[in-house]
Structures are given as structure tokens and as C-alpha cells.
């Protein structure tokens, strides 16, 4: 074993693991593409303030899970926990909110969170996200949900939930909030300890508690949808309405109140019951008073969400997908000069946009056969000597032992022989 190891709560991502991830982030990229949205990469470390303002003091991702530091100028430095305020601070330093509305962007990286490490949950992790700016219509929601849906279809993974709620927005949740401080505060010797400091500083907080004895308690809390002013309800019940017309099934969960402060109107997760504790795989919902918050255009309303990669990674390890090296053809030399010849063919059909590999010409064909088994090839391209003499190289095809011959120099063969 190495001296050198990872940091607890990091991980390396290596083969044949990274070829899940290649998966997802290719498909990402497809379906994406479709729906409009263009790219978009921030730095990984930011101001503090960025965090602290848009995420809010007292959350738990600031209060105890941000990696802050001070830098040699003497600036207040954290690595990104999430990548919301980043496109957002983006999005209004560069004027991006000049392109024609709506924007849509997406964005992939390392998030950092000092957590528990545990099953689905790492120090350093990995997010997709899509943001939709200059928008307040349901039809929008509807359609970053419909993205997901297309996403999943095109991943085959078939067994997760759509849960939506609304949270409302100034007007209506100061009422929501009294209710559930009152709620709590005749309850408030059963909380755990975290919620006990959630109930002063950021009552919604509560109905996201994952602790044993809060889930129980919550069981009779108001209802949110129950508080929503008409403007909030209007938009809930038009997004339910485009999700039916949609043929998108969803259920309703107003405990999902997202642990950000920056949130209003639609909150959203996509769960799974496959990964245990750590159920929500997506997740996002309507912040439609950042962008302004952070000196942007008043009125510019967002919708996001984020996907968490390694989570997601695990639901496409379905048994019978295998993921192979993308290695069509291994070319199999027995000596030096086949070694050059083979070498200069391999270069010639990568050029023309084959994903080839070549041996060493000092390995015997046993050995090259058993290198060609665990590259998982398609096919072996075998040059000796006596192949040189001839002018024909032999070929194999691994999946059923088949084999032939082609002109060893012919490089239109090796095209035909893969097509």
C-alpha cells in the first residue's frame, strides 16, 4: 500500500468507474443541446460573501460545512459548496442577461463540503446544473422539468420520483413562517439540537431535518400550499397542469423546502429508493430575487437545479450495462519491423477516427491476446514475419473467434472490417 493516500471524504474516479461518468456527461451535453442551453464554467473558489449572502448565514452549508480561508492578500476565500451563486455572480458581472431571453446555461464541476463523509455524500463532489434566467412563467419550470425527464429516459433509469412543491414568496411565507414557529415552539423539548437553533434562525429549515425524533414530530405540520398567496398558487397549480399535459407523474411533498435561502415558488428533487439515505439524486427550484440581490437587473427571475454525479453515477450501474474501452481494433505485432508497421497503420486509422491500440513488437501472440482480452477490443490485428511477406495481416473478431485476412497495408480493410 501507498504512503500516499486521499484525504477522507475525496475519491479518485478511475476505469471502468469513469466510463459511468463519460456516460452521463456525454448524454448531459445531447440533451441539453437540445433544449437550448450553452455551457458556462466558474472558478472554483470565490469571496466568501458570495456564499454567505446568497446561501444565507444561518444554514447549515455556511455555519458549518464551508471550507473558508484567508488568502495572502488577507481576502475571506471559500471553495464553492454549490454552483448557483457562482452562475449567478457570472451571469451579472458579464451581462449576460443582454442575450435574448430566456438564457439558459449549464455548468459541470467540483463542489466542497466539509460533511459526514458516508455513502453518496464526499468532501469533494462532482454537479451538473442548468439554470434558465429572465423568466417568471410556469412553462418554464415545466420544461427544466421536462429536460430531467428526457435526461433520465435517455440514462434508463426508470425507478425515481418527481416530487414538487411550492414554498411561495415574500408576500405569503412570513405567515407560513409564524405558523411554523408556533408549531414547533410547543414542541421545541423534542427537537434535536440543530433544530433547536433552526427554530430562531430559519424555521423552514425544520421540515428538512433528517433526525429520527424531528421527522415524527413534523408529522402534523401546516401545510405550506395551504398559505400560498393567489399570485404563488396560480403559478403551483399551472405547473401541475403543464407536468399532466406532459404525461410527466410527479407527486406532491411540501416538506421540500431545499436547504438555501435564496429559494421561492417552485422547489423541486428527484429521488430514488436505491441509494438508501441519500435519496435525492436532482434537485433544484425558482430563485426569482438573486440575480438582483446581487446587483443585477431587478425583476430577472432564475430557475435551476443541480445533479449529483456520483449519486447518479450509481443508478446507471444497472446489471447488463457494461461499459468497455472504446478500443475498436488492437493491433498484435511479432517483432520490430511489424512492431513499425503496425505503429504507423495505428496512427493512419486514427486519423480517420478509429479508436485503435498497438502492442509492443517484443510480446509473444499469447500475450497479445491476452492484452487484447482485457482491453476489451472488438477485433485483433495479427502481424508477423510471415504476414509481412505476404502482405496480408490476419484478423480476429474476440466476440465469437472468427478470423481473416486483409491487405496488411490497406487501410480501407480495417474501415470495412469494423463497419
Known amino acids: 500500500m501507498s504512503k500516499y ?11 471502468p468507474d469513469i466510463c459511468r461518468w463519460q456516460t452521463i456527461e456525454d448524454t448531459v451535453r445531447e440533451v441539453f443541446t437540445l433544449y437550448g442551453f450553452n455551457e458556462i464554467r466558474t472558478p472554483i473558489i470565490e469571496y466568501t460573501e458570495l456564499f454567505t449572502r446568497s446561501i444565507g448565514q444561518s444554514t ?30 457570472c451571469y451579472v458581472q458579464n451581462n449576460l442577461h443582454t442575450l435574448p431571453a430566456p438564457q439558459r446555461f ?15 455524500r464526499f468532501r469533494q463532489f462532482y454537479q ?97 400550499l395551504h398559505y400560498l398567496c393567489d399570485n404563488c398558487n396560480e403559478h403551483h397549480q399551472r405547473l401541475k397542469d403543464l407536468l399532466y399535459a406532459l404525461g410527466i407523474s410527479f407527486v406532491e411533498n411540501p416538506m421540500i423546502v431545499r436547504g438555501l435561502d435564496y429559494y421561492t415558488r417552485t422547489t423541486f428533487e428527484v429521488t430514488t429508493q436505491r441509494l438508501g439515505a441519500q435519496k435525492a439524486v436532482i434537485a433544484g ?82 500475450r497479445h491476446l491476452k492484452a487484447s482480452d482485457r482491453f476489451n477490443v472488438s477485433f485483433v490485428i495479427i502481424i508477423g514475419q510471415e504476414e509481412i511477406e505476404k502482405g496480408e495481416a490476419l484478423w480476429r473478431r474476440l466476440s465469437d473467434g472468427q478470423q481473416g485476412v486483409v491487405g496488411i497495408a490497406k487501410v480501407e480493410d480495417y474501415l470495412r472490417l469494423i463497419q
Open 5 to 15: 493516500n486521499t484525504l477522507k471524504g475525496v475519491a479518485d474516479i478511475c476505469p
Open 60 to 89: 447549515d452549508i455556511v455555519d458549518k460545512e464551508m471550507y473558508t480561508f484567508t488568502d495572502r492578500g488577507g481576502r475571506s476565500i471559500s471553495l464553492r459548496p454549490e454552483g448557483t451563486a457562482s452562475v449567478v455572480r
Open 106 to 120: 449549464y455548468y459541470t464541476g467540483a463542489m466542497f463540503r466539509y460533511e459526514r463523509p458516508q455513502k453518496g
Open 128 to 224: 451538473i446544473g442548468a439554470e434558465v434566467f429572465g423568466s417568471t412563467s410556469p412553462k418554464v419550470d415545466a420544461e427544466l422539468l421536462s429536460m430531467i425527464n428526457v435526461l433520465l429516459k435517455r440514462l434508463r433509469i426508470n425507478d425515481t420520483t418527481l416530487e414538487i412543491n411550492s414554498i411561495g414568496c415574500a408576500e405569503c411565507r412570513p405567515r407560513f413562517r409564524e405558523e411554523i414557529v408556533a408549531f414547533f415552539s410547543a414542541r421545541q423539548g423534542h427537537l434535536c439540537a440543530d433544530c433547536k437553533v433552526r427554530l430562531k434562525n430559519n424555521p423552514l429549515r425544520l421540515l428538512d431535518c433528517k433526525n429520527e425524533h424531528c421527522v415524527t414530530i413534523r408529522g402534523e405540520t401546516p401545510n405550506i
Open 285 to 366: 427550484g425558482r430563485y426569482d430575487n438573486l440575480v438582483h440581490e446581487f446587483g443585477g437587473p431587478n425583476g430577472m427571475a432564475a430557475i435551476g437545479f443541480a445533479i449529483g454525479m456520483e449519486r447518479m453515477a450509481e443508478l446507471i450501474d444497472a446489471p447488463g450495462m457494461r461499459y468497455q474501452l472504446p478500443q475498436q481494433l488492437y493491433f498484435a505485432p511479432i517483432g520490430k519491423e511489424a512492431e513499425t508497421i503496425s505503429l504507423l497503420l495505428c496512427e493512419l486509422l486514427r486519423i480517420k477516427g478509429l479508436s485503435v491500440l498497438c502492442g509492443e513488437g517484443s510480446l509473444s501472440l499469447k
